[in-house]
C-alpha cells in the first residue's frame, strides 16, 4: 500500500479506505481476485519507475558538471600514443618522440710485448649516452635535438629543423653530411661495432649546414653546403682554430640508385665533397686511426701535421640485400691540397659479406641500411634474431712525402637482438700494421688482435 499511497492524492486514499468494507461485502472472490492482480502490476510499474530514477540520478552525478573539463575530455581523444620503444604521441599534424640511446663497450688489445702503450690489455667506456627528442610541429615542419655523453664531454649530435614537402626534405642544423653508406648508418644499426677505418681517419663528423635531399622511386639525391662541427664552433678560444674564426666550409653531394631486382634490393652510389679550411688552413690537419677498439685511444696510424688550404674527396658505393642475406663495400679516396708541394692522396675501403642466422631481413631505407627485427623475440615464444658478418677493412695514409701507415684488417661480427632496439654485439679483429705510427720496439710492422664487446640500447 506504500506505492499506492504515494501515486493518489491523500484525500481519494481515504476515500478509498472508507469504502473498502462495503466494497469488500459487495464483490464476489473471482473479483477480489481481479482486483489482487491488477494491484501487484500496479506495484510493478512503480518499482520500474524507481530503478529508472535512480539510474538517472547516478548518471547525473558522474557526467562533468562544468564546460572546462568536457573540453578536457574531447582534446584527450584527439592525443594518440603509439609504442616504438619510446612513446610517440600525435594531435593531428604533430608528433612528438623522446628518443634515448646507451652503448656500454669493453674489449681486449693483444699487441706485441716490445710495444709501449698503454693501450694494451682490456679497456672500457660508456661509449655514448644519448637524450633528446624528434617530432613534426605541422605544415610540413620537423625537427630533432639530441645531446651525447662521450668522451668525457657533452656534445650536440642530431641537433636540426626540417621542412618535407612531397619528395623533398631541407634539413637545416648539425647534421650528417653526404660522405659514405657506412657513415650515414646508424652506430645501432651497423653490422660491426666500429665503422670503416677510413670514415674515421679522414674526420668525417657532423656539421653545421643546410642540406636538401630529394627521395622518389629509386632515386636518392642528397646536397648541401657546411661550415664545421657546432661543438668546433662554439669554442670560443682566440685564433684561427677558435669558434668565432672558424669559417672553413664544404659542399657535399651524394646520390643513390635503389632498383629492385626481382627479390634482391640494390645501392648504387657515389659522392663527392669539397673542403675549404679558409683560416683553418695555418692550423694544418692529421689524420689518424685507432685499433679498432674506441675505449683503446691510441692511434696506430696517424699522419703528421699536414698544412694545406683544403681538401677533396670522393666515393663509390655498391650493397645490396636479398632475404637474411646481404653484402656491402666501398672505396674512398681523399686529396689533401698543398700550395707548391704535390698533393698525398690517402684511400681507404672495405667489403662485408652478412647472413642473418635466424631468417629475418635486415633493414633498407633511404640509401641506408637499418637494423634487424626480430620475428620471434625472446618473451614471445622466440630467441629473437641472430646475425654474423665478416669483414675486410683496409686504410692507406702513405703518399708522396707523407707516412701515416696503412692497415689490412679482418672483422668477424656477432650481434644478438633478443627483442627490437636491443642488441648485444661480440667482434674479433685482427689488424696488420705497416709503417705503424707506435712502434714494437724498433719494429713498425707487426699485428694486433681486438676482442670488443658492446650492450646497447637505442628507442
Known amino acids: 500500500m506504500t506505492f499506492i499511497h504515494g501515486l493518489l492524492p491523500s484525500s481519494a486514499f481515504a476515500l478509498l479506505l472508507a469504502q473498502a468494507p462495503a466494497a469488500a461485502q459487495a464483490i464476489s472472490a473471482k473479483d477480489a481476485a481481479a482486483l489482487r492482480a491488477q494491484i501487484a502490476a500496479l506495484k510493478a510499474q512503480v518499482d520500474q519507475l524507481e530503478a529508472r530514477l535512480d539510474a538517472a540520478e547516478t548518471a547525473s552525478a558522474q557526467a562533468p558538471t562544468a564546460a572546462a573539463p568536457a573540453a578536457e575530455t574531447a582534446d584527450a581523444a584527439q592525443t594518440s600514443v603509439r609504442w616504438k620503444g619510446g612513446?610517440?604521441?600525435?594531435?593531428?599534424?604533430?608528433?612528438?618522440?623522446?628518443?634515448?640511446?646507451?652503448?656500454?663497450?669493453?674489449?681486449?688489445?693483444?699487441?706485441?710485448?716490445?710495444?709501449?702503450?698503454?693501450?694494451?690489455?682490456?679497456?672500457?667506456e660508456l661509449?655514448?649516452?644519448?637524450?633528446?627528442?624528434?617530432?613534426?610541429?605541422?605544415?610540413?615542419?620537423?625537427?630533432?635535438?639530441?645531446?651525447?655523453?662521450?668522451?668525457?664531454?657533452?656534445?650536440?649530435?642530431?641537433?636540426?629543423?626540417?621542412?618535407?614537402?612531397?619528395?623533398?626534405?631541407?634539413t637545416l642544423g648539425n647534421h650528417n653530411g653526404f660522405q659514405s653508406l657506412d657513415e650515414?648508418?646508424?652506430?645501432?644499426?651497423?653490422?660491426?661495432?666500429?665503422?670503416?677505418?677510413?670514415?674515421?681517419?679522414?674526420?668525417?663528423?657532423?656539421?653545421?649546414?643546410?642540406?636538401?635531399?630529394?627521395?622518389?622511386?629509386?632515386?636518392?639525391?642528397?646536397?648541401?653546403?657546411?661550415?664545421?662541427?657546432?661543438?668546433?664552433?662554439?669554442n670560443d678560444a682566440d685564433g684561427a682554430d677558435g669558434g668565432d674564426e672558424n669559417n672553413s666550409y664544404a659542399i657535399d653531394g651524394r646520390i643513390v640508385l635503389a632498383p629492385k631486382w626481382g627479390d634482391t634490393q640494390l645501392h648504387i652510389g657515389a659522392s663527392a665533397h669539397m673542403r675549404d679550411f679558409q683560416r683553418l688552413s695555418s692550423v694544418g690537419q692529421r689524420y689518424r686511426q685507432r685499433a679498432y677498439l674506441h675505449s683503446a685511444n691510441s692511434r696506430f696510424l696517424a699522419t703528421p701535421q699536414i698544412v694545406g688550404d683544403g681538401e677533396s674527396h670522393y666515393g663509390v658505393e655498391l650493397a645490396g640485400v636479398r632475404g637474411p642475406f646481404w653484402w656491402a663495400s666501398e672505396a674512398h679516396w681523399l686529396r689533401v691540397s698543398q700550395p707548391g708541394v704535390p698533393d698525398p692522396v690517402f684511400f681507404g675501403g672495405y667489403g662485408e659479406i652478412g647472413y642473418v642466422l635466424t631468417g629475418e631481413t635486415?633493414?633498407?631505407?633511404?640509401?641506408?641500411?637499418?637494423?634487424?627485427?626480430p620475428a620471434r623475440p625472446v618473451g614471445d615464444g622466440g630467441w629473437g634474431a641472430v646475425q654474423a658478418t665478416l669483414r675486410y677493412d683496409y686504410l692507406d695514409l702513405n703518399d708522396r712525402t707523407i707516412t701515416g701507415g696503412t692497415q689490412n684488417a679482418l672483422i668477424g661480427a656477432l650481434v644478438w637482438t633478443p627483442v627490437e632496439f636491443l642488441r648485444l654485439n661480440v667482434n674479433y679483429a685482427h689488424l696488420r700494421y705497416t709503417d705503424a705510427a707506435i712502434l714494437a720496439g724498433s719494429d713498425a710492422d707487426y699485428s694486433v688482435d681486438v676482442i670488443g664487446w658492446r650492450a646497447e640500447l637505442d628507442f
Open 87 to 124: 612513446p610517440v604521441f600525435t594531435q593531428g599534424d604533430m608528433t612528438f618522440h623522446p628518443k634515448g640511446r646507451i652503448q656500454y663497450d669493453a674489449g681486449l688489445l693483444m699487441t706485441p710485448e716490445n710495444v709501449a702503450d698503454r693501450a694494451r690489455g682490456y679497456s672500457n
Open 127 to 170: 661509449r655514448r649516452l644519448r637524450l633528446g627528442g624528434e617530432g613534426r610541429i605541422g605544415g610540413g615542419f620537423g625537427y630533432k635535438l639530441e645531446l651525447e655523453l662521450s668522451d668525457n664531454s657533452v656534445d650536440l649530435v642530431d641537433t636540426f629543423i626540417t621542412y618535407e614537402s612531397g619528395a623533398w626534405l631541407v
Open 184 to 234: 650515414l648508418i646508424s652506430d645501432t644499426g651497423g653490422a660491426v661495432m666500429e665503422r670503416a677505418a677510413f670514415t674515421d681517419a679522414f674526420n668525417f663528423e657532423r656539421r653545421l649546414g643546410l642540406s636538401v635531399q630529394y627521395r622518389a622511386g629509386m632515386v636518392l639525391a642528397q646536397a648541401g653546403i657546411f661550415s664545421d662541427s657546432a661543438d668546433s664552433l662554439t
Open 362 to 373: 635486415r633493414g633498407y631505407k633511404n640509401g641506408i641500411f637499418g637494423t634487424v627485427k
